[in-house]
């Protein structure tokens, strides 16, 4: 499954590459860029192209992480995406919240970035049973360190894991959906290109590929 990360700063721009891309795109996901240029109001647009999550990576207390995630999902989003370390109550607020719209909820273990392993790494798989346990709908981790996916799949397997990190920062489509991804997440690597339909082919088929030679390594194709 491919994710777009809507982060282009430009609301025309953002629904063409959104409309262009559309065939190869399973959701958008949009960000801070995005909403603080656009305004909220792009999410409900975007929204009847593909299925949006809203990545405003939520990290408060319980009350404010729900009106935010209320907010989003008033606007149409079928996911949000929360951050781990904020504990379980927060969490279970942003559960609750997301099944009176029969949303889902993300929730991120540690960031693709090197800074990801300065204080995340230590307590992504903690974060990934927590979120498991709260009866969340996946994880977020990262394309660049496949073994990290590896870690949190096996820390809370029953939960899909999306991860960025593809393209831009290095990550390689094949190694990620090895590691046991249930989706990537690309942004620049996509909208930055001269043609984005195209890139946004050349993944969804990459994906493709990715996916019949894991089966057939797992014995699944006929
Ligand atoms: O492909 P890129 O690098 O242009 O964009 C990646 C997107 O994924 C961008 O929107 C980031 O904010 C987001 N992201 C990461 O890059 N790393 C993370 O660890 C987590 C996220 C993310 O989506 O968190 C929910």
């Given at each position: 499954m491919l994710i777009?990360?809507?982060?282009?700063?430009?609301?025309?721009?953002?629904?063409?590459?959104?409309?262009?891309?559309?065939?190869?795109?399973?959701?958008?996901?949009?960000?801070?860029?995005?909403?603080?240029?656009?305004?909220?109001?792009?999410?409900?647009?975007?929204?009847?192209?593909?299925?949006?999550?809203?990545?405003?990576?939520?990290?408060?207390?319980?009350?404010?992480?729900?009106?935010?995630?209320?907010?989003?999902?008033?606007?149409?989003?079928?996911?949000?995406?929360?951050?781990?370390?904020?504990?379980?109550?927060?969490?279970?607020?942003?559960?609750?919240?997301?099944?009176?719209?029969?949303?889902?909820?993300?929730?991120?273990?540690?960031?693709?970035?090197?800074?990801?392993?300065e204080f995340m790494s230590e307590h992504a798989l903690e974060i990934a049973k927590l979120a498991e346990s709260v009866g969340c709908d996946g994880l977020i981790a990262p394309a660049t360190r496949p073994d990290r996916i590896r870690a949190v799949k096996s820390a809370a397997p029953s939960l899909k894991v999306l991860c960025p990190g593809v393209g831009a920062q290095g990550g390689s489509v094949e190694d990620v959906m090895k590691a046991g991804a249930d989706a990537i997440i690309v942004g620049r690597a996509i909208y930055n290109s001269p043609d984005p339909r195209e890139s946004a082919r050349r993944y969804f088929e990459e994906l493709r590929s990715v996916r019949e030679k894991i089966d057939r390594k797992d014995g699944k194709a006929n």
């Open positions: 777009l990360a809507l982060d282009v700063v430009d609301h025309e721009r953002a629904l063409k590459v959104a409309k262009d891309t559309a065939e190869f795109v399973s959701a958008i996901k949009v960000n801070y860029p995005l909403v603080l240029t656009a305004g909220v109001d792009v999410i409900s647009e975007l929204s009847e192209i593909r299925p949006v999550i809203a990545d405003f990576k939520i990290a408060d207390i319980p009350y404010t992480s729900g009106l935010i995630a209320k907010i989003v999902f008033e606007k149409g989003v079928r996911a949000v995406i929360a951050h781990g370390f904020v504990g379980r109550d927060t969490l279970q607020e942003v559960r609750r919240v997301a099944s009176d719209y029969d949303g889902e909820v993300y929730v991120v273990t540690e960031l693709s970035s090197t800074g990801g392993k």
